[in-house]
C-alpha cells in the first residue's frame, strides 16, 4: 500500500512540475504568423549553403539548406527529397538556422561565424574562443558586416570581435540565469520531498 502511494504522489508531483516546462516549450514553438519582409531578410542575411529549419504557415516543418535565392522565395535542398523544394515567403512563419554554435576545424569560415552571430542575434549572451587564445562570455551589442561587438560580463566597454579570429561560438546562460534554474530545481526536489513523507505519513 505505502508502495504504491508512493509512486503515486512521486508521479503526481512530477507531473506538476514539468508542467509549466510543457507550457514554456509549446510557447517557444508556437509559430507567429507569415511576415514575408522577415522571412527574406533572414534568407539574404544567412545567405546560401545555410543549414536551416522551418515551419510553414500550416505547422508542416523543414529542414535543409539554401541553395538558391529568388524574389519570391527561395529553394531548400534536403537529404531525403531528391531535387530542391521551393519555399515561398509568404508561407514562412518560422525560420532560424538548424545550429546556433560554431567551431573552426582548420581555417575560419567566416560565412558560417557570421550566420550563428545573425541567428543568436543582439542581446544574446554568448561564449566566444578567439583564435589568439581569448574567452569572452556576454552580450551581443552590436553586429555589422565584418564582425560583432560583445559587452563581456563584470567590463563596461564591448570588446569587437571579427569573424575570421572566431575558432568557437554558441549561446551561453548568465550566472543569473544558471542560479534561476538551481532555484527553480532545488525547489522542486524540495517539494517532491515534503510530498513523499506528508503521504508516508497518512499511513
Given at each position: 500500500m505505502y508502495s504504491s502511494k508512493k509512486a503515486l504522489v512521486i508521479a503526481l508531483v512530477?507531473?506538476?512540475?514539468?508542467l509549466p516546462l510543457g507550457d514554456?516549450?509549446?510557447?517557444?514553438?508556437?509559430?507567429t504568423p507569415p511576415n514575408p519582409a522577415v522571412a527574406?531578410?533572414?534568407?539574404?542575411?544567412?545567405?546560401?549553403?545555410?543549414?536551416?529549419?522551418?515551419?510553414?504557415?500550416?505547422?508542416?516543418?523543414?529542414?535543409?539548406?539554401?541553395?538558391a535565392i529568388e524574389d519570391g522565395?527561395?529553394?531548400?535542398?534536403?537529404?531525403?527529397?531528391?531535387?530542391?523544394?521551393?519555399?515561398?515567403?509568404?508561407?514562412?512563419a518560422q525560420l532560424k538556422l538548424a545550429k546556433l554554435t560554431y567551431k573552426a576545424t582548420?581555417?575560419?569560415?567566416?560565412?558560417?561565424?557570421?550566420?550563428?552571430?545573425?541567428?543568436?542575434?543582439?542581446?544574446?549572451?554568448?561564449?566566444?574562443?578567439?583564435?589568439?587564445?581569448?574567452?569572452?562570455?556576454g552580450l551581443i551589442v552590436a553586429i555589422e558586416e565584418g564582425g560583432f561587438a560583445v559587452m563581456p560580463d563584470k567590463q563596461s566597454a564591448p570588446v569587437q570581435i571579427a569573424y575570421s579570429d572566431v575558432v568557437q561560438l554558441g549561446p551561453n546562460l548568465s550566472t543569473g540565469a544558471k542560479i534561476?534554474?538551481?532555484?527553480?530545481?532545488?525547489?522542486?526536489v524540495a517539494l517532491t520531498i515534503v510530498w513523499i513523507v506528508w503521504a508516508a505519513g497518512q499511513d
Open positions: 512530477t507531473s506538476l512540475l514539468l514554456v516549450a509549446a510557447s517557444l514553438n508556437a509559430a527574406k531578410q533572414q534568407v539574404d542575411q544567412f545567405g546560401l549553403g545555410a543549414k536551416v529549419k522551418i515551419q510553414l504557415a500550416d505547422g508542416k516543418k523543414l529542414k535543409g539548406s539554401i541553395s522565395g527561395f529553394l531548400l535542398a534536403s537529404k531525403a527529397d531528391g531535387s530542391p523544394q521551393r519555399v515561398a515567403y509568404d508561407q514562412v582548420g581555417q575560419p569560415n567566416l560565412a558560417e561565424a557570421r550566420r550563428v552571430v545573425l541567428g543568436l542575434g543582439v542581446g544574446k549572451h554568448i561564449q566566444v574562443k578567439t583564435a589568439a587564445g581569448k574567452e569572452y562570455h534561476a534554474i538551481a532555484v527553480v530545481v532545488a525547489a522542486g
